[in-house]
């Protein structure tokens, strides 16, 4: 069953450890239940299995790649050199001169919004907090009645850490403290109250009250459109009334996904191709996205060939054929993360964890015995290549590459920060495996856990720790103190809320599909089992949670450590938000590909 709309998420509550989660949510929760047994196919000895043996095993019956070795090799890009650089400098000058030459306040904040939405603010970054903070500092002198320039500040203001107070909006408030109902037909101030209000942190009811509010709003609009045959026109220049058109685009996206929770460099291309077709367009603005675009992702195309032929070194996808080889979907999740050219290596080493991480999965959802994934288990708490020859032969390749990829990225922290961070990365393997065997053993019981018992353990197998941790010790110059207590104690909460929503996220997409074919239940069917509520209202509490995650990762700010757990939070959100987008190789997931990392966009649209 393909996922509910993703705007109707909820984060999740802080988890205070690694086997716990807050006692708040744990009263969400009734007692353990069990269900009918069921076994699975493989029933031979650990040490003896080989791959000979692979017709006694579970299949997943997942296809080959459709992204060969020589096709990745084979990319090119014209946006390279000094006449193209040259010209991005030039179109950076004149954007320089607009930032510091809007004076006018709403000005300033439109072109703030147009820069961070076509995926360019990052060149401006000072003069932007300078605004800002300027604006932050002058905020109590200002009482503003407009909706829409209120709501426009306010978010910009959360986003970049200022906490500007949920108060403001009380001015748009009547006298029996419900949003006034005049205020619906200011259709895009109600869309700027919707995206603010996705900034709200725990208890914060004005801005629960007005996601309440301008959600309906909205979703009213939609229908009157829909009812007076005003359709999403994606010729938007030969339509008679652009505004209308404009405006119905902007809201079904909206209500798709807000956009708080949307990958930068996924919603700069999507709406590069809304903004061209404004009628206000500023050609400078949008030929400086486009290029800006075309040349970094020219250096994505170098990231991916470099991965590339790392994991063809590795022979993995010879050898385990029953393991996704989905090169490019993990090599998206990296742009996700961090998209700037700056970030190159990042993405070249950290991008094998991914990779890493899909195979082991598979390995433990998929192929391997009981008593074998115990061995493997156990290979990683020891990590030692002795232990190799006590493995199967097909695990034996991917814990040595395992092995050996991590203890590189070791000394990587340890020549640029000299620091051995070894300890807190082979910590995050050794969860990650504990927590996938778990899984297995509920699988071959057949025990349906509880949704906390679930959650205590899934947030784990998601990987984020793994992608979090590893990222951190890459980026934090110098390495917190409080963040290495944390990592003794468990993981920071900013880890967990994030992995709770790419993990419930998953399974809104994926569940239905993995339960039909005999997969352990996920969190849907769990929360069914243990409160005997329908499929709807199992998705509708998982929504809620991932939106209360969200209420919690509002609290933070301000470090790479929070950088990157947002942003993978919005990845989960883009590769499940229509299915299975990491394991799929539909055309849908195909496009998303070729749209990102293969073909770049004109700079001249043709007529």
């Known amino acids: 069953m393909q996922c509910m709309a993703v705007h109707q998420f909820a984060p999740l509550l802080s988890l205070p450890n690694c086997s716990r989660i807050s006692s708040d949510f744990g009263r969400l929760f009734t007692p353990k239940t069990s269900r009918k047994s069921r076994s699975r196919s493989s029933t031979c000895h650990p040490i003896q299995c080989t791959v000979v043996n692979n017709t006694d095993r579970r299949s997943a019956n997942y296809e080959p790649s459709i992204w060969s070795f020589d096709y990745i090799q084979s990319l090119t890009s014209q946006y390279k050199g000094k006449s193209y650089s040259s010209r991005l400098n030039e179109l950076k000058k004149e954007v320089k001169m607009m930032v510091d030459g809007t004076n006018e306040s709403l000005a300033q904040l439109d072109l703030i919004d147009t820069l961070q939405r076509l995926g360019i603010s990052y060149h401006f970054e000072d003069e932007i907090n300078t605004i800002l903070k300027r604006k932050y500092i002058n905020i109590k002198n200002n009482i503003n009645y407009n909706l829409y320039s209120t709501a426009l500040q306010f978010r910009l203001l959360r986003q970049h850490g200022y906490l500007i107070t949920q108060e403001v909006f009380n001015a748009f408030k009547d006298e029996t403290g419900k949003f006034k109902t005049y205020l619906s037909d200011d259709i895009m101030g109600v869309l700027s109250l919707y995206e603010a209000s996705f900034y709200a942190m725990k208890h914060e009811n004005v801005l629960e009250e007005a996601r309440l509010f301008s959600t309906k709003c909205l979703k009213e609009y939609m229908m009157k459109m829909e009812q007076n045959k005003v359709l999403l026109d994606h010729d938007l220049d030969h339509n008679d009334n652009f505004n209308v058109n404009h405006h119905v685009l902007i809201i079904n996206h909206a209500l798709e996904l807000p956009l708080h929770w949307r990958t930068r460099r996924i919603e700069a291309k999507w709406f590069m191709d809304v903004y061209e077709r404004r009628k206000d367009m500023n050609s400078t603005l949008l030929e400086f996205a486009k290029l800006d ?274 942003n993978f939070a919005r990845m989960g959100l883009f590769m499940y938000q229509h299915g299975d987008g990491h394991g799929s190789q539909d055309n849908r997931s195909k496009r998303r590909i070729s749209e990102f990392i293969i073909n770049p966009i004109l700079l001249i649209k043709n007529n």
Not at 296 to 306: I, P, R, Y
Not at 472 to 489: D, H, R, W
Not at 524 to 531: L, V
């Open 293 to 566: 675009f075309n040349m970094v992702q020219s250096t994505h195309q170098e990231d991916l060939k470099h991965l590339s032929r790392w994991w063809r070194h590795t022979k993995l996808g010879e050898k385990l054929n029953f393991v996704r080889d989905r090169l490019m979907g993990c090599f998206l999740w990296k742009v996700g993360v961090r998209f700037e050219a700056e970030f190159s290596h990042f993405r070249r080493v950290s991008a094998r964890l991914y990779v890493l991480i899909t195979i082991i999965d598979d390995i433990y959802d998929v192929y391997g015995t009981m008593e074998e994934l115990e061995l493997f288990t156990n290979a990683v708490e020891r990590w030692d290549v002795k232990i190799m020859n006590e493995l199967p032969d097909y695990m034996k390749m991917p814990f040595l590459v395992l092995h050996n990829t991590i203890n590189e990225m070791v000394f990587d922290v340890l020549k640029e920060q000299d620091f051995v961070s070894f300890k807190y990365l082979k910590k995050t393997w050794v969860d990650l495996c504990r927590s996938f065997l778990q899984e297995a053993k509920w699988y071959y019981s057949g025990y349906t856990p509880t949704l906390k018992e679930y959650i205590d353990n899934a947030w784990i197998s998601v990987g984020a720790p793994i992608i979090l941790v590893h990222a951190y010790f890459s980026f934090a110059n110098p390495i917190s103190k409080e963040v290495l207590e944390l990592l003794e104690q468990g993981y920071p909460t900013i880890i967990r809320h994030s992995a709770m929503i790419v993990r419930l996220a998953n399974d809104l997409a994926t569940s239905s599909e993995e339960f039909k074919r005999g997969d352990a239940p996920k969190s849907i069917q769990c929360y069914m089992q243990e409160t005997k509520v329908s499929e709807e209202e199992a998705r509708q509490h998982i929504n809620f949670l991932i939106r209360e995650a969200w209420k919690e990762m509002n609290n933070e700010h301000g470090n790479p450590l929070v950088d990157d757990a947002k």
